[in-house]
């Protein structure tokens, strides 16, 4: 159902031609058919190719979806490892929400030493975030247990 509407949106949102979507992710043609018609169910594969090949919309699509990351967790146990394949799409992302540009051509050892810090700064700011959403939720929900009280 996940792919599904990710498929669906990129068809209608971005334009693309089934065939398009098919050629950029390396799927075929018969099975972007199936995931939008919803026939079967798609394997792991399918969604890291497709996350891979359109990482901007991905992400866009994540950020859109919240359920979209435990949903994928269920079902796969994939949604917070950084092996995947859409870790790229997520760092260009976090990069740009940053204002940090692009890391400019430097040799592959530096890149990768790089991109290895990123994923540890990313993982860290995102535990550090939902600890302190839960905290917020859980005062936020003891705040209205007491108005309640009161009225």
């Given at each position: 159902?996940?792919l599904r509407g990710f498929v669906l949106e990129l068809t209608k949102r971005h334009d693309l031609s089934?065939?398009?979507?098919?050629?950029?992710?390396?799927?075929?043609?018969?099975?972007?058919?199936?995931?939008?018609?919803?026939?079967?169910?798609?394997?792991?594969?399918?969604?890291?190719?497709?996350?891979?090949?359109?990482?901007?919309?991905?992400?866009?699509?994540?950020?859109?979806?919240?359920?979209?990351?435990?949903?994928?967790?269920?079902?796969?146990?994939w949604a917070s490892r950084t092996d995947v394949g859409v870790v790229r799409g997520n760092a260009e992302?976090?990069?740009?929400?940053?204002?940090?540009?692009?890391?400019?051509?430097?040799?592959?050892?530096?890149?990768?030493?790089?991109?290895?810090?990123?994923?540890?700064?990313?993982?860290?700011?995102?535990?550090?975030?939902?600890?302190?959403?839960?905290?917020?939720?859980?005062?936020?929900?003891?705040?209205?247990?007491?108005?309640?009280?009161?009225?």
């Amino acid at each position: 159902m996940i792919l599904r509407g990710f498929v669906l949106e990129l068809t209608k949102r971005h334009d693309l031609s089934q065939t398009e979507i098919a050629k950029r992710s390396g799927l075929s043609q018969p099975l972007i058919h199936k995931i939008l018609t919803g026939m079967g169910r798609p394997q792991l594969q399918s969604y890291q190719k497709l996350a891979s090949a359109f990482p901007e919309a991905w992400n866009d699509y994540m950020l859109r979806h919240p359920t979209l990351q435990e949903d994928l967790s269920k079902a796969f146990g994939w949604a917070s490892r950084t092996d995947v394949g859409v870790v790229r799409g997520n760092a260009e992302l976090f990069e740009r929400i940053l204002g940090l540009e692009g890391l400019p051509p430097v040799p592959s050892e530096t890149r990768d030493r790089y991109q290895r810090r990123l994923r540890v700064v990313m993982h860290r700011a995102t535990r550090e975030l939902q600890s302190f959403r839960k905290s917020l939720l859980a005062k936020t929900q003891t705040r209205d247990r007491s108005r309640r009280r009161n009225v």
